[in-house]
Each structure stands twice: as C-alpha cells, then as structure tokens.
C-alpha cells in the first residue's frame, strides 16, 4: 500500500528519483485546534447529525435515515478538509544504505559433504540460476543465492536501499551499486583469498560507510575466520552502531571429512632385528565404519614396511594405532608413517607423521647361572650362544670341575667382584642354589639392580628346589615382585596333566619384546598357539609395582585371578623379571627355536636397552611436531634412553616452557608405558617461539631440550568446516538473523526499513483546492438530495 501511494505520488508530482534516491511524504495541513477539541467537535457533529435524521421523517426507515446522515457527515468532512487546507509535503531522500559482503577467500572453493538428495537440489538450483559448476562449491553458492529467479535478492535491495557490494579479500568496495554490476562481478570473480579476516572485514565496511551507517550487512561467508579479529569482534562493533547483521551459512553444518595422524611414538635408538613398535594415534571425521590402510614407510621411499588395515572410529575420537617393523639395516633413518588419502579428503598434509630413528646392532652382555642343567637351562643356553648380538657366560653350579676348560662361555665360579658382575648388562637367574652364592655375591647382585648408576636387569626364572622361596632371608628377597610367604609350588609328587597357555595381558602386549609377530594380529595369533606349559610356581599375592605381563587363563588363585606366569618390577634404577615357570623351551615344539628365541633375545635387548644410552644422551625431550595453531595443545613428550636415570615417581619429570617476553610455565609431566617414558600437556598456547627444557631430573650432559613455534593458520585450509555457531551469534547479537542456503530467501523481507536522509524539499501538493474534491462534495450534495426526494422528505 506505502508503494502504491509513493508510486502515485510521484507520478502526481512528475518526480523520478534517481540511483539510490527515494522519496518521503507525509501530510500537511492549517488546522489549528488541539487533537483533543478537534476530537470532541467530531464527535458532538456526528450526535448532532445523527439526532436530527433520528427524529426526521419517522415513515422513512431508520437505516434510509442513517445513510443521509452518512453522507452529510461526509460533506462536514469534505468542508473540515478545505479549511484545513490539506496537503503532502514531499521530500527528496538518500535511501539507507544495505552493505552485502561476499566471502572470496580460498575456503569459499570447498565442496561440502551434503546426502545426495541435498546436493541433487543444489545442482539442480546452480544451474537453473545460470551457476556452472560441476560441485557445489561454496562460492558459487554465493553466486547461486544472488543470480537464482533473475537477481530478485540484490534487485530487491537496489529498490528499496542503496546497494554497496564488497568483496572480503578482494577490492575493499565495488564500483558495481546496481544488481546487474554486482552479478557480473562475482560472476568473473575466484575465490583466492589467502586468508579470512571476518572481524576486520565487518569493520572495514562500517568505516567506509561511517558517513551514514548501513541499514544492515548481509554477510555471505562459510563463518571460517583464519585470521585477525574473529567475527564476534566485528559484531560487537556492528552492534554499537546499530547496524544488525544478516548471515548466510555457505556450506553444510557437517564437518570437512578428514584424516590425521598425531603423536607418533618410537624410541630414538633400537636394535637390528627387534620388534620395533611405531605407536600414533588416528584422527578422523566424516569417515565413521571406513577402512584405512595406515603404512609405515622410509622417507623417500614409497616400500612398505609395515601395513595394518583399521576401522575409523567415530568423529574426533582418536584411536591408538601399532605399527611393528624389524629393522634389517644399521644407520640413522627417517620413517615416516602414514594413513592412506581417502575420496572427499581435502588436505592430506596432517595424513603423515616422521621421525628418525638410530638403528644399531650392539652385542649385549648376558650371564646365566642355573643350580642343575634342566632343559630350559640347555635350550636357552645353546640358542644365546648361537646368537651373534649376544656375549654370553654361563655358571652351573652342579657341574663338573672341568666343565669351564671344556665351555668357553663357562665360567668356574659366580663373580663376586662387582666389577666383574657390573659388566654385565643382563644376569638370568634361573634355579640356582643359594647355598652356593657368598653373600657379598647376592649384595652384589641385588646392588646391581637398585644401584644408580648401574641399574641393570635380572631374569629369575622358578624351580622347583630352590627359586625363589629358597632366597627368602637373602638380599635378593626384595627383587621378588611377590610376597614370598604366599609362594606355593606344585606338589612334586603329583603329575601335573593338564596344561596352559600362556596369554599375555594388554600391558603385555604393549611391550616391545612380547611381539612374537610381525603385526599386533600376528602376534596374537601366534601367542594363542603356542604349546601348553605345565609346571607354574604359584605366586598370587604380587607386590603394589609388579606388573604382569602375562598369565595362566585356567590357573586362578582364590579370589578367581588368574595367576601370573611372566612379571616385570622395577626396583630402584633397574628392572627385574620373574618367570614363574621353566619350560617356555616346550614352545620349540615343532618349530624349533622360531618363537623361543624371539622371545628370550627380544626381551634381554629390551631389558638391557642402558646398552643404548651409550650416546651420550640420557634423555629426549620431544614434540609431536615443531609447528602448532594458536590454541592447540603441544603435547610434550620425555622418554630416557636409560631407563635407570627415571624416576621412580609417577609424576616426577617436570618441563619448563619458556617464551621470550612472556611467563615461565612448570608443566608436569606423567608416566605413560614403561618405565621411562612421561608425556604432558601444553595447553592454550599463544603465538610465538618457544623453548622447553627438562629441569626436573638432574641429567648429566645438559638438559633434554626442544624448540617449537605457535603460528598463525599457514593457509586457509587450516580451517575449513564452516562455522555456523560463530554466524548465528553474531546475528543474534546484533539484531539480525541466520540463514541457510535453504531459506535465503525470507531475507529480503526481514530486512529493516533503515533511515532516510532527506536531500531536497519539493513543492507541497495541495489536496483541498483540488478538483477531485470539488467533485466529491458536488456528487454528495446531489446525492442527498436525490435520496431525500425520493422519500419525500424534502
């Protein structure tokens, strides 16, 4: 109706705004009295006139007789009009001002995951608006939404505001300020803006229409703000100036499909032919119940060496991933693990993490002592002899005097001297006769686990005369990882006929040397088809730090656990292994030395891995990257090569983080697997260079120490779901609205009206004097007339 009325007007007066320009009318009239007297004089006249006709010519109906009063009254109007001398004033007005801001940085060219209904409907709709794509890219839905049903959006602004079209990375303001030059712009317009400065752009477009604020802006944009202030700052300023904000999310609230691989975990230095594992953890969105194949590799070197094949969990949960390689060859190289690119990934450069790894083949130094030559004493001793990584002595007590002339490797006697036992990195204990050990021999030993300094390893292997109860009162008492008085062996004279097997526990696995496979699977497998075992000391009351490694599924002790077969304690600087069995020889069974040996030199080169500490560091102190985001975790990650220098506390490693021109952080880091490896986390960082270093515990050789920078998003490809929070709260805190592509189209409507700024006053038109006026009040006297003749009642 108000454009129909404009519309009329202007014709009446010969008035043509131009671009931009409107008109603004309103009534003028002479009329002098007070609202309130005019009010009453209205109302006495319509009584007055109402009462005559009331009591005039009663034979004439009373509705006949109301109409005449009608149209006298309408003739006192017509009279009241030429006395007020009624007329519009008309004035040339600048039209508010509607800002549309068009997001052309490089994230407006993904394609989002829409169900195919959806993406059909958005196909289908570019091209019935002229859009050619071949995907519904984010742009080029900008585009749809401004070109759909022949620009009706932008035409609909042009007609009621002054349109001003901006680009956010491109020219700071069109030249275009009609519908047709804005579609030829983002018609030839790509979308290669390196970064997203929503909040500056917001402000950007406030100071260049600072002169007269905006009515609105209409923000087309996916939301991503990769840069400067986020958009709740523009808003805010949007807000103090009144100005509401209109957004349309341009993409799909699902989030981008992508992979990511982090926190890759291997030692820095390991031994040719061990069961290496490559631990990391798997990132994914938008990939529930897909199979990935995750491939470990050498830099440069497309091979596998490794491959497992998972089952993506659900979105942002992450998933440990285990990756076992043997390596072949000496030297220093760099693996990199990766997950494989799937359909739909837009970045893969987050797939893949690397590392160095130092690859050596050292001989370690082992002593084995057994009281009698039992079969687990003759098949490990001939295997460890045969194998070249190992040194190998041996002492057996019941022996002939002749036997060390006789065996190279034999030795007459059990060293005493600690620097002879202290040359050793490994001592196996197996059913040994406390009788005959000094006791400056069991100080020795028990000072060669808990020593620091020296912190070696000792396997204990039971027997049934005289491992372990028979060292109760002996110094070596405090290495049992179990409480000797609740130690039972099986009754020598009954035959045992029923087996067991062997089933590691999850820490078990965990472990390095209990991979008897080339993948986790393998192992598994291999593990649940090892021969039975029969002999098993009973030892279930285990100390507070042991840890069992494996155990006897259908031996359980008195309260339903099962009993333990292999158990690993740390006591001191060292570490100490109970097998409370002697027949792991019965897993030759057919196969010979395969899984025996496998498993005796995998774990004496994990329990000797001080061999390792040998170059020169202690300790590493590392990142799972050098570069992060603002705001993203660092996980710092302390490993000590010689697990002798750990602490015993759970949380005793602490890390300082240093960043010049701002405060020290203390982060505390936590054991994780193994003795001696603590990880912890470095939250909120800030943007910057940073420096951390180990400052608790004291090492020799200087601190562990890592570098690594915070850095603005090296692209805009950092982030690229579209942030559909970000826009719906900055509509609602400044007035304004939300929208999707799908109901773009109620925008138009409920756009505010906005202030006109009047340009020019234009002559008055005057309506009492006019014509049509003097017609009416002529055709409503006649009329009267007419009808009072009629009834006679003239």
Request: some cysteine; overall charge negative; aromatic content about 8%.
């Amino acid at each position: 109706m108000n454009d129909f009325l404009s519309n009329l007007i202007e014709r009446l007066l010969g008035v043509h705004p131009g671009a931009g320009e409107g008109i603004l009318w309103n009534f003028d009239h002479a009329w002098y009295w007070p609202p309130w007297i005019t009010l009453l004089a209205a109302i006495l006249a319509i009584i007055f006139v109402a009462g005559i006709y009331l009591r005039e010519g009663t034979a004439v109906s009373r509705r006949y007789r109301m109409m005449l009063a009608g149209v006298r009254l309408m003739l006192l109007a017509i009279v009241a009009l030429m006395i007020a001398q009624l007329s519009i004033s008309v004035k040339r007005t600048g039209l508010p001002s509607v800002a549309v801001v068009i997001d052309d940085s490089q994230s407006m060219t993904v394609a989002d995951r829409y169900d195919d209904n959806s993406a059909t409907t958005l196909l289908e709709r570019m091209k019935k608006a002229g859009v050619d794509a071949a995907e519904p890219q984010r742009f080029r839905l900008a585009e749809m939404l401004l070109r759909e049903r022949n620009a009706a959006l932008l035409r609909g602004i042009g007609d009621s505001y002054k349109l001003r079209t901006f680009f956010l990375t491109g020219p700071r303001s069109s030249p275009a300020t009609d519908a047709q030059g804005t579609i030829e712009e983002i018609r030839a317009a790509k979308p290669l803006g390196e970064v997203t400065r929503l909040g500056a752009g917001v402000r950007d477009v406030l100071d260049d229409l600072r002169g007269s604020a905006p009515a609105a802006i209409v923000l087309l944009t996916d939301g991503a703000n990769t840069d400067g202030p986020p958009l709740s700052e523009g808003a805010a300023s949007a807000q103090r100036r009144g100005v509401p904000l209109f957004c349309v999310g341009l993409g799909s609230e699902q989030p981008v499909r992508d992979l990511k691989l982090s926190d890759l975990l291997v030692e820095d230095v390991v031994f040719v032919g061990d069961a290496v594992p490559f631990e990391c953890k798997l990132s994914a969105v938008g990939f529930p119940g897909a199979k990935v194949n995750v491939v470990l590799r050498e830099k440069d070197n497309p091979e596998p060496l490794a491959k497992a094949e998972t089952t993506v969990g659900p979105d942002d949960q992450p998933q440990p991933i285990r990756l076992i390689y043997r390596p072949t060859r000496v030297g220093r190289f760099e693996y990199v693990v990766e997950v494989e690119p799937q359909p739909g990934e837009l970045q893969a450069e987050n797939n893949r993490q690397s590392q160095s790894v130092e690859v050596r083949k050292e001989k370690v130094r082992v002593l084995l002592a057994q009281g009698y030559p039992n079969f687990e004493y003759r098949y490990l001793r001939n295997m460890l002899e045969r194998d070249e990584t190992i040194q190998l002595n041996t002492v057996l007590q019941e022996a002939d005097f002749d036997h060390a002339a006789q065996d190279q490797a034999a030795l007459r006697v059990f060293p005493e001297r600690k620097e002879e036992l202290f040359s050793y990195d490994v001592i196996i204990l197996g059913d040994v006769n406390p009788a005959l050990f000094s006791a400056t021999a069991q100080q020795s030993l028990a000072e060669f686990v808990d020593q620091p300094g020296k912190g070696g390893a000792i396997i204990l292997i039971a027997g049934p005369q005289y491992m372990p109860w028979g060292f109760r009162e002996s110094p070596l008492a405090k290495l049992m990882p179990f409480a000797l008085g609740g130690v039972r062996p099986p009754d020598p004279t009954a035959e045992i006929s029923e087996g067991y097997a062997v089933q590691p526990t999850d820490l078990g696995f965990a472990l390095p040397p209990m991979q008897l496979g080339d993948t986790p699977e393998e192992s598994r497998a291999i593990w649940e088809h090892l021969p039975e075992l029969y002999w098993l000391l009973e030892a279930p009351e285990l100390k507070p730090a042991a840890r069992v490694l494996a155990e006897a599924p259908n031996r359980t002790t008195p309260d339903g656990r099962n009993l333990p077969v292999i158990v690993m304690q740390y006591v001191g600087a060292g570490k100490v292994l109970f097998h409370a069995t002697d027949e792991t020889w019965r897993w030759r069974y057919r196969v010979g030395d395969v899984y025996f040996a496998r498993y005796w030199i995998q774990m004496i080169r994990y329990l000797s891995r001080s061999k390792l500490a040998e170059s020169g560091r202690s300790a590493v102190l590392t990142t799972d990257r050098r570069e992060f985001s603002p705001g993203e975790p660092v996980r710092l990650r302390v490993r000590f090569i010689d697990e002798r220098l750990a602490p015993a506390e759970d949380e005793g490693v602490t890390v300082v983080v240093e960043q010049a021109g701002r405060q020290t952080r203390k982060i505390a880091l936590r054991r994780t697997t193994g003795r001696g490896t603590f990880e912890g986390v470095l939250t909120r960082p800030t943007p910057g260079s940073y420096h951390a270093w180990m400052a608790i515990p004291h090492v020799e050789g200087g601190a562990p120490a890592v570098d690594f920078t915070v850095t603005p998003p090296a692209g805009e490809f950092a982030q690229i779901r579209m942030d559909a929070q970000a826009l719906r709260e900055a509509a609602a805190a400044t007035g304004g609205k939300y929208y999707t592509v799908e109901t773009a189209s109620k925008l138009l409507d409920d756009l505010p009206p906005g202030r006109q700024v009047p340009i020019e006053t234009l002559p008055s038109l005057p309506l009492w004097n006019r014509w049509p006026v003097l017609l009416a009040f002529l055709v409503l006297i006649i009329a009267e007339w007419v009808m009072r003749k009629r009834r006679g009642m003239v």
